[in-house]
């Protein structure tokens, strides 16, 4: 575990420089899409941003990262107050100084799915706001639903997120839900929980955020869900899988998944963004945060 002291030593600014490096639908939807800007998913620097927000946000910026996607009201070891101990405006301000912006951002909705207690998700609508966000993130499913959610249950939970969507809209919000592997199981006939969540919430409210990762574990091409399903994926966790075991995580460009044809079809997909995330660092994090932002920039973009 990093300590205060060792982290702020191992993460100045110019410890980190030291890091820096110099078939589709139709042809036209299958151009690369416009993407300039690279984001990362906070949650892949938990501790570093427990241990000290400030050099964290600004390690991250130094690295090159234009975007950032925050994680919020997530219970256990991480929960802290606001960001890290800043306020919504506060963790606004310390992103405007340093260059980034965020637009997106995964809220915690236990309760309002599983209870439909609307109060705490009208609450963290208010703080995406605040934060200048525009995608509204459902980062998981609550816990019995991850582990044996039925066809009735994840039609529950697309009617929640409609529901849900509707609210943020008032905000100027989307709402967009982000996948792990267990939503792609077949329940019967090639029905999967995934497939209910697409088909049965309004497309024009709702939006995906594939997780790459994840859908490769499950067996899935990324490219063949862009086809079936063109423009609903609005954001890409771009993370790598190592190249014999697909449940470990490495850096983007170390591992076996292809994401130059994915890259290829982001048009097709209809994404806007892109963060890169990495759920466990076996080496140095900034380091590790900086060879897939190389990698990103110098090979997909």
């Known amino acids: 575990m990093t300590t205060r ?3 702020l030593q191992q993460t100045s600014l110019a410890a980190v420089a030291a890091f820096l490096t110099p078939s589709v ?3 036209a939807l299958a151009q690369p899409a416009k993407i300039s800007k690279i984001g990362i998913g906070l949650f892949t620097l938990r501790e570093q941003l427990t241990a000290d927000v400030k050099a964290t946000i600004a390690c991250v910026a130094q690295i090159g990262y234009n975007q950032v996607e925050t994680y919020y009201g997530y219970p256990g070891k991480y929960e802290v107050k606001g960001f890290w101990g800043l306020e919504a405006k506060d963790f606004k301000a310390l992103l405007t100084a340093n260059n980034l912006t965020s637009p997106s951002g995964h809220y915690n909705l236990t309760e309002f799915l599983s209870t439909g207690d609307d109060k705490v998700l009208k609450s963290h609508i208010e703080t995406a706001a605040t934060v200048g966000q525009k995608y509204f ?6 816990t019995d639903i991850r582990a044996n959610g039925t066809l009735d249950d994840y039609k529950r939970m697309a009617a929640k997120f409609n529901q849900a969507a509707e609210l943020c809209q008032k905000s100027g919000l989307k709402l967009a839900y982000h996948n792990h592997n267990f939503e792609f199981k077949d329940q019967g006939n090639g029905v999967t929980g995934y497939s209910i969540l697409l088909n049965e919430t309004d497309a024009k409210l709702v939006g995906f955020e594939l997780d790459i990762f994840w859908a490769v574990n ?3 091409d990324p490219v063949a869900m862009f086809s079936k399903n063109p423009g609903r994926y609005k954001m890409f966790h771009v993370k790598d899988m190592d190249k014999q075991d697909k449940a470990v995580f490495t850096e983007v460009g170390s591992g076996k998944i292809d994401f130059k044809s994915i890259f290829a079809s982001a048009k097709l997909a209809g ?3 892109i963060f890169t995330e990495q759920d466990l660092i076996k080496k140095e994090p900034f380091q590790s945060i900086t060879e897939s932002y190389n990698y990103i920039k110098n090979n997909l973009l």
């Open 271 to 273: 994404v806007d963004y």
């Open 137 to 142: 993130v459902v980062p998981a499913l609550p």
């Open 25 to 27: 639908i139709t042809s």
């Open 218 to 220: 499950a067996g899935l």
């Open 5 to 7: 002291r060792s982290f």
